[in-house]
C-alpha cells in the first residue's frame, strides 16, 4: 500500500485521479477496514468521501440507528474511528472521546450480549453473583483487569469499544439471516485473516504468558496464547448470539459449536481449524471437559499465574489463584496449584487442608490418580521436593543438566517420589539417552506399575532397544490400565500397530 501510495504521489494530476479511482473500485465492498484505510490515505478525494460513507453503511447495516440521516446524529471526530479501525499492533492505542463511544454504543445495541445482566455490572461482587447464563465475558474480564484503576470505567468502554467495532466489521458480511456456521466462517475470516491474530513465538509466551491472555493486550498486540485468543473468540460471539461451548483439555483450551449432529472444534492456535476431537485426548486424558463463561474469568488469573510459578515468585502466585478461587470453586486442579504454593510460602496447615482431599484423587478427565497430594501427604517428598520437579527448562542443554542433577539429589532423600523419577526420566529422553530413560521408568514401574504413561513410555524406549517382549508387556499394562477408565487412546493403538510390524504378538 505504501509503495502504491508513492507511485501515486509522483503521477501527473489525471493519471493520479485514474489511479485512485482505481484503486477505490478494487477495495472489497464488505471490508470497513480496507474502506477507512483509503479515507486515511486520500480523505480529500471524492473517493475518500465514498469509501467513509460505504464504511457507515457498512458499521450501521444492522441497526436502527442507519435509518437516520447522518446529519441528525451526534457529530463525532470520525478520524478517530478510523484510527481505531485501521491501527496495526505496533501503533499507540487509540482512545475515543466520549462521542465516539456514544456513537459506536448506538450502533451496537442490538447486540445479543446487551440483553445480559452482566453487560450492566461493575463490580467483582455483582459478577460473582450472577447466574451463569447472564454473565458477559467482556466485562467480566475487564472489571478484573482494571481493579485499582483511576480511570476504571473509562478503560473499560474503551476496549468493549473495539469489540463491538470488531463485530459490526464481522456482521457487514453475514447474510441477513445468518446461520450459526456463517458466523463462524466470518470470524474466523475476521480474526485470522483480516486482523491476523497469531500464536506468538514460544520464546515470547514462555516468558510472558500473562499479556498473551489478558483482553486488553491480545487485542493491543493482536497475539494470544489459546486461552487469549479464545476469549476474544467468546466475546465476539457473545456479540453475534453464536452459542459456543468451550473445552479444556489439560494445558489448553479451545472452543466447540454443537447443534444436535453438527459438531465443529474451532483451534484458536491454528487459524480457527477444526480438528478432530480425538487429537486433544492422551495417554492419561480420557474426556474432555466444558467450562462456564465465569470459569474462563478465573482461568486467565490460573495462566497468569504460571509466569509467577517459573519465577519461583509464590506469595504472587497464591495472590493470583486465590483471585481466581471465586470463578473455579469446584476446580480441583486449581486447589492442588494453590495448596502447593501455599506450602511454599511456609501456610503449611492451610496447604495440607486443601491437599488432603486429593490424596490418591483421580480427576474426572485422568486415567491415573494425581500423585503429587498422595506422596507429600505420606511423607514421600517434602515441600524443596515438590519445588524441584517444577524447576523449568529452557530446552537448552545446560538448563536440562540442571534439572537433573537437582532431580538426582532428591531422589537420593526421597527415592519413591513419582514425580521426580517422572522427570528425571524425562530429562534423559529430552538428551536422546533412551538407555538411562529405561532404567528411570522401570524404577518407576517397580514403585507404581499402575501409571499409564510410564507404561507406554517404557514399550516404546523398549521397543527402541528392540526388546520387543517388554515392548508388548508394557504395551498392554497400558491397554489394562485405560480400559478400565473406558479409554482407548490413538496413541496406543498406533504403538500396537506399529509393534505388529516389527514383531507379531503371536511370536512373543
Not at 162 to 179: F, G, H, K, N
Not at 183 to 206: C, D, G, T, V, W
Amino acid at each position: 500500500m505504501k509503495r502504491l501510495l508513492l507511485l501515486i504521489l509522483t503521477l501527473p494530476l489525471l493519471a493520479k485521479n485514474t489511479m485512485i479511482q482505481t484503486l477505490y473500485s478494487s477495495l472489497d465492498p464488505y471490508s470497513l477496514t480496507q474502506h477507512m484505510a483509503f479515507y486515511e490515505l486520500y480523505p480529500d478525494t471524492e473517493e475518500g468521501r465514498k469509501a467513509i460513507n460505504h464504511a457507515w453503511q457498512l458499521m450501521s447495516r444492522s441497526s436502527e440507528i442507519g435509518k437516520l440521516p447522518r446529519f441528525l446524529l451526534p457529530s463525532f471526530d470520525i478520524q478517530a474511528i478510523v484510527s481505531l479501525v485501521t491501527r496495526q499492533p505496533f501503533d499507540e492505542p487509540v482512545r475515543l472521546a466520549q462521542k465516539e463511544l456514544e456513537a459506536i454504543q448506538k450502533l451496537s445495541a442490538h447486540f445479543a450480549n446487551r440483553k445480559l445482566k452482566g453487560c450492566k455490572v461493575w463490580t467483582k461482587e455483582e459478577v460473582f453473583a450472577l447466574e451463569e447464563e447472564e454473565v458477559d465475558l467482556a466485562r467480566g474480564l475487564l472489571i478484573e483487569q482494571f481493579d485499582g484503576s483511576e480511570t476504571f470505567k473509562e478503560d473499560i468502554v474503551q476496549y468493549e469499544a473495539s469489540l463491538d467495532l470488531m463485530a459490526l466489521q464481522i456482521l457487514a458480511r453475514l447474510p441477513s439471516e445468518a446461520t450459526h456456521i456463517d458466523k463462524i466462517r466470518e470470524i474466523n475470516r475476521y480474526i485470522f485473516q483480516e486482523m491476523q491474530f497469531r500464536f506468538p513465538p514460544h520464546s515470547l509466551y514462555a516468558r510472558d504468558i500473562d499479556i498473551y491472555t489478558f483482553l486488553p493486550s491480545v487485542l493491543d498486540s493482536r497475539q494470544g496464547v489459546c486461552l487469549g485468543v479464545s476469549i476474544l473468540y467468546l466475546c465476539l460471539a457473545q456479540r453475534l448470539d453464536l452459542p459456543l461451548e468451550i473445552i479444556t483439555p489439560p494445558g489448553h483450551i479451545y472452543v466447540r459449536y454443537r447443534d444436535r449432529d453438527t459438531l465443529i472444534n474451532i483451534e484458536t492456535t491454528a487459524r480457527g481449524i477444526n480438528p478432530p476431537s480425538e487429537m486433544y485426548l492422551g495417554i492419561n486424558t480420557r474426556k474432555l471437559e466444558e467450562r462456564k463463561i465465569k470459569e474462563v474469568i478465573g482461568m486467565a488469573f490460573v495462566n497468569q499465574a504460571a509466569v509467577y510459578w517459573q519465577k519461583q515468585e509464590y506469595p504472587t502466585c497464591v495472590h493470583l489463584y486465590e483471585k481466581a478461587l471465586p470463578y473455579l470453586q469446584e476446580y480441583p486442579l486449581l486447589k492442588m496449584f494453590l495448596g502447593l504454593n501455599y506450602l511454599f510460602v511456609g501456610r503449611t496447615s492451610e496447604g495440607e487442608k486443601l491437599l488432603r482431599p486429593l490424596k490418591n484423587f483421580t480427576f474426572d478427565y485422568a486415567v491415573a490418580p494425581e500423585s503429587l497430594p498422595t506422596d507429600f501427604l505420606e511423607g514421600k517428598v517434602d515441600m524443596e521436593g515438590l519445588k524441584a520437579i517444577f524447576l523449568p527448562v529452557d530446552e537448552t542443554r545446560e538448563s536440562i543438566l540442571k534439572k537433573q542433577s537437582e532431580l538426582k539429589k532428591l531422589l537420593t532423600k526421597y527415592p519413591e517420589f513419582r514425580g521426580g523419577i517422572l522427570q528425571l526420566a524425562i530429562t534423559y529422553l529430552q538428551l536422546a539417552r533412551t538407555g538411562e530413560a529405561q532404567k528411570i521408568l522401570t524404577r518407576y514401574h517397580e514403585v507404581d506399575p499402575t501409571d499409564p504413561t510410564v507404561e507406554y513410555y517404557l514399550s516404546i524406549v523398549c521397543a527402541e532397544r528392540y526388546d520387543f517382549r517388554s515392548a508388548w508387556k508394557y504395551l498392554k499394562n497400558a491397554e489394562t490400565i485405560t480400559a478400565a477408565r473406558d479409554h482407548k487412546p490413538q496413541a496406543l493403538r498406533a504403538l500396537r500397530n506399529k509393534l505388529r510390524t516389527v514383531c507379531p504378538e503371536t511370536e512373543i
